[in-house]
C-alpha cells in the first residue's frame, strides 16, 4: 500500500499547487515535492528485496488489486519495486524536488498551473517505475507526456509550439508501435493477465505461441523489434532523437533538467525491463545492429555536440551521447553490462541533470546561451561557474565521481561480452567518444568561463541568488557521494540483473 | 413490491414499472407543456430547465438500478417481454438508456444558459424530452413495427430541434437538409421493412430470426431488406453512405442540439442495428446474407472518411462533426465482428461497441458543450478564435483539453480503454483488419484533435476576451461534470464494461 500512498500523495501535490495563488505556488510546490522524497527515502531504508522482480525475484512494497476484466484477460493495480526501479524512484524524486527550486528565478508566469504539471509529471514518473501490470504502466508512460507537452509548449523559448508538437507526435508514435508490438506478443502467449512478471516468465518458460499466421519465432523477433523502436526513439538514440534538441532549446530549464534527468530514462528502462528481461535471445539476435546504433549514438552524438554554439544544444546533444553507453551496456547483457547501464542512468540523470541547471544559472544572469556571446564568466560567478566546471568533469568520467562508476563497469562488461560478437571492437570504438567529450566540454568552458572578461548582452552580471545555487550543490555533492560509493546504488542494481544474465547461460563478469 | 422485476405478467401495472425509465421521460415532457399551457406569457426557464433534469435524472437513477438489481437480464428471469413481444426489457436497453438519459440531462443542464434569452424555452425542453422518450423506446423495441415508429418518434423532433434558431439562417438550412435526408431514409427503412415481412412473414425479431431458415428462394428479397435496414441504421448513426446530413446539421444546429445529436441519437441508432442484426438476422449469415461484411466494409469507409474529413477542418464545431462520423465507425465494428456460431467473440466485441458508445456519451457531449459555451461568449468558430481561451477559462479549457485526448484515445481517460477492448475484441473474432484501420485512424485522430489543446493552451489570444467573465452555471457544470466523468471512466471502467457485455451476451445467448 505505501508505493499507492506515495503516488496519492503526489498526485493530491499536483491538485492542490494547481489550484493554490500564484504568489504561493512556488514554495509550496516545493515544501510538497520533500514528501515524495520522505518516502522514496523510507523506501529505500526499508528495500530488502533480491533478485528481479519480473523474473521471479522478491517484489518489495507490492500490491495487487484487480482493476478490471476484459476478453478474459485481468487488469491489476500492480505495483511493487526491486533493485532496478528503487534507485529512479529516489532519482526521480531529488531530481523534481531541485527542478522547482531551480525554476523559482526563470519561470513568472502562471505558476501554479507549471508548479502543478511538475508535480503531476512526477507522480506519472513515480507511475512508471512502480507499475507492474502493462496497462496500469502503459497510462503512467502515457500521462508523462501530457504535462511535459505543456511545460515546453506554454512556458518555453520562441519555437516552443514546434517542439511541443514534434516531442507529443514523436514519442505517440512511437508508443503505438511498441504497444501493438507488444500486444501481439501477450495475445500470442497463454496468459489471462497483464502482470509484467507472468509475461515475463511465461516468455521464459517457452510458451510463446504464433499470432495469425505469424510463427511464435517470427512473433518474438516482431515483437522484439517493435518494442525495440517505440522504446529507442525514447532514449533517443540515432537516427530517431531529432526531437530531443529542439525539445531541450526550447524547454525552460527545469523542464530540460526533468527531461534529461528521468524522461529519457524511461526509454532504457523499459528497454531493460521489456526488450532485455522478456526476450533475451532475440536481443542476442539482434545484437550487432543494436550495438552499432549504440556505438553510433555515442560518437555522432559527441560529433554534434563539438559543432553547436549553444551551450544548451551541447549538453543535449552530449545526452545522445550517452545514452549510447547505456544502449551499448544492456547489448553486451553481461553482470556489468546490465548493471552498469542502470547505474549509468541514475548518474546521467544527475550530472546531466546538473549541467543543465548550472547553464540555466547562467543564461538567468547573461541571457545569452551562445558560445560566442560570452567569456570569462570565471571571474563574476565563481561559485557557479566552477561547479559547472565541476560537472563537466564528472560528464567526462572523472574518476571519484559518478559518471566514472557508470561508463567504468559498462566498459567492463561489454568488453567480455559473449553476448555481442566483436564485443572489444565496439567497446574501442565507443571508449573513444570520451576523448570527444572532453573535447567539446573543454572547449566550450574556455570559451565562456575562462580568459578576459566580456559580455554581448546589456546585463549587469549579479552573483547567483542562493536558491538557484543550493541545488547545484545538492546534486554535485550526490554525485560525489555516489561516485565514492557506488555500491550505494550498485548493490542492489546488480542483485536485480544478475538473474536476467543467468536467463543467456551467464557469460564473462 | 419485489426490489426485481420477474416474470412474464402482462397486466399494467407491471409494463408501467418495466418501463418506469421510458414513462418518466415522457410525463417529464408532458409536465413541461403543462407548466408552459398554465403559464403561457411567463418566462419560467428554471422551473422548465429544474423539471426536465428531475425528470432526466430520475429516470437515469430508475434506468441504473434496474441494471444492476438485475432487471430483465439472465440472473433475474431473462428479458422481460411486453406486449405480445413487440417491446422487451433487457440489459441491452437499459444500458442504452442509460446513456440517453445522461447526455439529455447534461444537454438540459447547459440548455438552461444557452437558451437564456429565448423567448419560449418550453418547446425546447419538451421537444428534447420527447426525443428522448422515444430514443428509450427504441433501445428495447423488439418488433420491426416498434423500430419504425420508435425512430420517426425520435426524428420528428430532433428536426425540429435542429432548425430551433429560427432566426439563424445556417439553423433553418440544417434542419431542412436533416429533414429531407431523414425522409428518404425512413422510406427506405419502410421499403426494407416490407421486403423482410414480405420474406419471413413476420415482424417480430425472434419470429424473423425463426423463419429465415425456411424462406427457400425468397433469400435474395430477404438480402434486399436487410441491406434497406441497414442503411436506416446508417441515417440514425451518421455513417456511411447516410452521413451527409451530420456535418450541416451538427454544424447549423445549436450546440446543445449537436451534441444531444451525436450523442444520445447516434447511440439509439446503434441501440436498433445491434438489437435488429443479433436477434433477427444472425441466421440470414448461415444462408449467405453475410451483412457482418457489409457493415465490416462500412466501418473501415466510415473511420477512414471521418477522420480523414476531419483533419481537413477548419472550424471547430465542423470538426467534431467529422470525428463523430469517425466514432460511428468504431461503434460499427460491434456489427463488423459477428461471425455466426461465435456467440462469445459476438459479445465481447458488441459489448465494447457499447461501452464506447457510454464514454463516447460523455467525452462528445462535453466537447459539444464546450462549443456551446463559447459560442455563448461569441467566440468565433475557427481554431484561431480558440487561441488561447485557456487563460480566461482555465478549468473549461482543461476539460475540453480531457475530452479532446479521451476521443483521441490516449491511455489517460475513459476512451482509451474502450477504443482498446472494441479493437482487442476484433482481433480476438479474427478481424484484425479492422482493428488496424481503427487504430491508424486513431492515431491519426490525435492529429485534429490536439489542434484544439493547442490553439486553448498553448497560443496566444488573437481575439478580444473580456466577454469570458461570466460563467454560466449550468454550462460550466454539465462541461465539468461531463470531464469529471471522463476522467474517472478510467479506473471505473470495469463495471461499464461487465455490464455491457452481459447485455450483449443476452442477445447472443
Redesign the interface.
Same mark, same amino acid.
Given at each position: 500500500m505505501i508505493l499507492g500512498a506515495l503516488l496519492a500523495v503526489t498526485f493530491a501535490a499536483a491538485l492542490l499547487v494547481f489550484a493554490a495563488p500564484d504568489e504561493y505556488a512556488p514554495k509550496l510546490a516545493f515544501g510538497l515535492s520533500l514528501l515524495p522524497i520522505a518516502g522514496s527515502l523510507y523506501l529505500w531504508s526499508a528495500f530488502e528485496a533480491g533478485g528481479n522482480a519480473l523474473t521471479g525475484g522478491e517484489i518489495a512494497f507490492s500490491t495487487a488489486v484487480p482493476?478490471?476484466?476484459?476478453?478474459g484477460y485481468q487488469l491489476q493495480w500492480y505495483v511493487g519495486l526491486d533493485g532496478i526501479s528503487l534507485p529512479l524512484v529516489i532519482l526521480t524524486s531529488f531530481l523534481t524536488s531541485l527542478a522547482i527550486v531551480s525554476a523559482w528565478t526563470p519561470i513568472d508566469d502562471r505558476k501554479s498551473?507549471f508548479y502543478g504539471l511538475m508535480l503531476l509529471m512526477e507522480a506519472n514518473l513515480l507511475g512508471v517505475f512502480t507499475a507492474l501490470d502493462f496497462?496500469l504502466w502503459?497510462?503512467f508512460w502515457?500521462?508523462v507526456l501530457?504535462p511535459m507537452y505543456?511545460l515546453i509548449?506554454?512556458w518555453g523559448g520562441p519555437r516552443?509550439?514546434y517542439a511541443?508538437?514534434k516531442f507529443?507526435?514523436y514519442t505517440?508514435?512511437a508508443s503505438?508501435v511498441m504497444f501493438?508490438g507488444f500486444?501481439m506478443l501477450v495475445?500470442g502467449l497463454p496468459v489471462n493477465s497483464f502482470g509484467l512478471p507472468e509475461i515475463s516468465q511465461s516468455l521464459a518458460a517457452g510458451e510463446l505461441g504464433s499470432f495469425?499466421w505469424l510463427p511464435a519465432d517470427t512473433l518474438a523477433l516482431v515483437a522484439f523489434a517493435a518494442m525495440f523502436i517505440g522504446f529507442a526513439v525514447k532514449v533517443p538514440v540515432v537516427p530517431v532523437h531529432t526531437w530531443l534538441p529542439d525539445a531541450h532549446v526550447e524547454a525552460p530549464t527545469p523542464v530540460s533538467v526533468m527531461l534529461a534527468g528521468v524522461l529519457l530514462k524511461m526509454g532504457t528502462y523499459a528497454l531493460l525491463r521489456y526488450n532485455y528481461t522478456m526476450l533475451p535471445t532475440q536481443a542476442e539476435y539482434f545484437a550487432v545492429p543494436i550495438a552499432i546504433i549504440a556505438v553510433v549514438s555515442v560518437i555522432y552524438g559527441a560529433m554534434l555536440a563539438l559543432a553547436q554554439e549553444d551551450l544548451k544544444r551541447i549538453v543535449a546533444y552530449s545526452s545522445v551521447s550517452s545514452m549510447g553507453y547505456v544502449l551499448l551496456g544492456l547489448v553486451a547483457f553481461t553482470e556489468f553490462g546490465l548493471g552498469g547501464a542502470t547505474f549509468q542512468m541514475v548518474a546521467h540523470g544527475l550530472i546531466s541533470g546538473l549541467m543543465f541547471m548550472a547553464v540555466g544559472v547562467i543564461y538567468n544572469a547573461t541571457h545569452t546561451r551562445l558560445v560566442g556571446d560570452m567569456s570569462g564568466l570565471a571571474d563574476r560567478m565563481p561559485i557557479a561557474v566552477w561547479i559547472l566546471v565541476a560537472g563537466a568533469f564528472a560528464y567526462m568520467g572523472l574518476p571519484l565521481m559518478a559518471g566514472f562508476a557508470g561508463e567504468f563497469f559498462i566498459f567492463v562488461g561489454s568488453f567480455g561480452s559473449t553476448v555481442l560478437p566483436y564485443a572489444p571492437v565496439f567497446t574501442a570504438v565507443a571508449m573513444f567518444g570520451i576523448v570527444i567529450v572532453a573535447g567539446y566540454l573543454l572547449r566550450a568552458m574556455q570559451g565562456t568561463l575562462f580568459g578576459p572578461f566580456n559580455l554581448e548582452t546589456d546585463y549587469d552580471l549579479d552573483r547567483a541568488p542562493l536558491h538557484d545555487v543550493a541545488p547545484l550543490v545538492a546534486l554535485l555533492a550526490a554525485i560525489i557521494v555516489l561516485g565514492v560509493v557506488p555500491s550505494l546504488f550498485f548493490d542492489m542494481i546488480r542483485d536485480a540483473t544478475v538473474p536476467l544474465v543467468e536467463l543467456l547461460g551467464g557469460g564473462a563478469p | 413490491m419485489s426490489l426485481v422485476l420477474q416474470g412474464t405478467t402482462t397486466d399494467w401495472v407491471f409494463s408501467v414499472r418495466a418501463l418506469l425509465p421510458v414513462v418518466l421521460l415522457a410525463l417529464t415532457g408532458l409536465a413541461v407543456f403543462g407548466i408552459n399551457s398554465l403559464r403561457p406569457d411567463g418566462r419560467d426557464n428554471k422551473l422548465l430547465a429544474l423539471t426536465s433534469i428531475a425528470g432526466t435524472l430520475s429516470a437515469l437513477a430508475v434506468t441504473v438500478w434496474y441494471l444492476f438489481a438485475g432487471t430483465g437480464q439472465p440472473t433475474h428471469g431473462g428479458a422481460i417481454s411486453l406486449f405480445s413481444g413487440a417491446i422487451v426489457v433487457d440489459g441491452l436497453g437499459l444500458f442504452f438508456t442509460a446513456i440517453f438519459t445522461s447526455v439529455a440531462t447534461l444537454v438540459i443542464a447547459a440548455s438552461y444558459d444557452y437558451f437564456e434569452t429565448d423567448a419560449n424555452p418550453a418547446s425546447f425542453y419538451s421537444l428534447l424530452l420527447l426525443s428522448t422518450t422515444a430514443m428509450g423506446l427504441m433501445a428495447v423495441s423488439n418488433s420491426l413495427v416498434t423500430v419504425f415508429v420508435s425512430l420517426e418518434m425520435t426524428s420528428l423532433p430532433s428536426y425540429a430541434l435542429v432548425a430551433y434558431l429560427k432566426d439563424n439562417r445556417g439553423s433553418v438550412e440544417a434542419g431542412l437538409k436533416y429533414f429531407l435526408i431523414g425522409a428518404v431514409s425512413s422510406a427506405v427503412l419502410a421499403f426494407g421493412i416490407s421486403l423482410v415481412y414480405a420474406a419471413t412473414g413476420s415482424l417480430l425479431l425472434p419470429d424473423i430470426a425463426a423463419q429465415i431458415g425456411s424462406i427457400g428462394d425468397l433469400n435474395g428479397v430477404l438480402g434486399i431488406g436487410i441491406v434497406m435496414i441497414a442503411g436506416g441504421v446508417a441515417f440514425k448513426t451518421a455513417s456511411v453512405p447516410f452521413h451527409f446530413w451530420a456535418p450541416e446539421a451538427y454544424e447549423g444546429a445549436p450546440a446543445p442540439v449537436s451534441a444531444f445529436l451525436s450523442s444520445a441519437s447516434k447511440a439509439a441508432g446503434f441501440a436498433v442495428g445491434f438489437r435488429v442484426f443479433a436477434t433477427a438476422f444472425q441466421p440470414a449469415i448461415d444462408i449467405g446474407i453475410d451483412w457482418g461484411l457489409l457493415f465490416g466494409i462500412l466501418a473501415v469507409v466510415t473511420m477512414v472518411l471521418g477522420n480523414f474529413a476531419a483533419a481537413t477542418q477548419t472550424e471547430v464545431k465542423r470538426m467534431l462533426a467529422y470525428s463523430s462520423i469517425g466514432h460511428a465507425g468504431y461503434a460499427l465494428i460491434g456489427l463488423a465482428a459477428v461471425t455466426a456460431g461465435a456467440s462469445a467473440t459476438n459479445a465481447?466485441v458488441m459489448g465494447?461497441a457499447m461501452a464506447h458508445l457510454f464514454v463516447y456519451g460523455f467525452m462528445n457531449t462535453g466537447a459539444f458543450l464546450f462549443i456551446a459555451m463559447v459560442e455563448r461568449w461569441g467566440v468565433g468558430r475557427t481554431f484561431e478564435d480558440y487561441a488561447g481561451l485557456a487563460e480566461r477559462a482555465?478549468m473549461a479549457s482543461l476539460a475540453m483539453a480531457v475530452f479532446m485526448?479521451s476521443l483521441a484515445g490516449?491511455?489517460?481517460f475513459g476512451g482509451?480503454?474502450s477504443k482498446y477492448?472494441l479493437f482487442? !475484441?476484433a482481433?480476438?473474432a479474427g478481424f484484425?483488419w479492422l482493428a488496424a484501420v481503427g487504430?491508424v485512424t486513431s492515431?491519426l485522430s490525435?492529429?485534429y484533435y490536439?489542434r484544439v489543446v493547442?490553439a486553448l493552451?498553448? %497560443?496566444e489570444a488573437t481575439t478580444d476576451l473580456d466577454a469570458i467573465g461570466d460563467a454560466p452555471t449550468g454550462l460550466y457544470a454539465a462541461v465539468i461534470v461531463a470531464g469529471v466523468v471522463t476522467v474517472l471512466l478510467?479506473?471505473g471502467? !470495469?463495471p461499464v464494461? %461487465?455490464t455491457a %457485455?452481459a447485455a450483449a451476451a443476452a442477445l447472443f445467448a
Open positions: 482493476w478490471l476484466e476484459v476478453a498551473q496497462f502503459f497510462v502515457e500521462a501530457v505543456f509548449g506554454i516552443r509550439r511541443a508538437i507529443f507526435v505517440n508514435i503505438l501493438i500486444m495475445i495469425f | 465481447t465494447a482555465p485526448f490516449l491511455p489517460l482509451f480503454f477492448f482487442l !475484441g482481433i480476438n484484425w487504430a492515431t490525435l492529429f490536439s493547442k493552451w498553448l %497560443e478510467l479506473p471502467f !470495469g464494461i %461487465e %457485455e
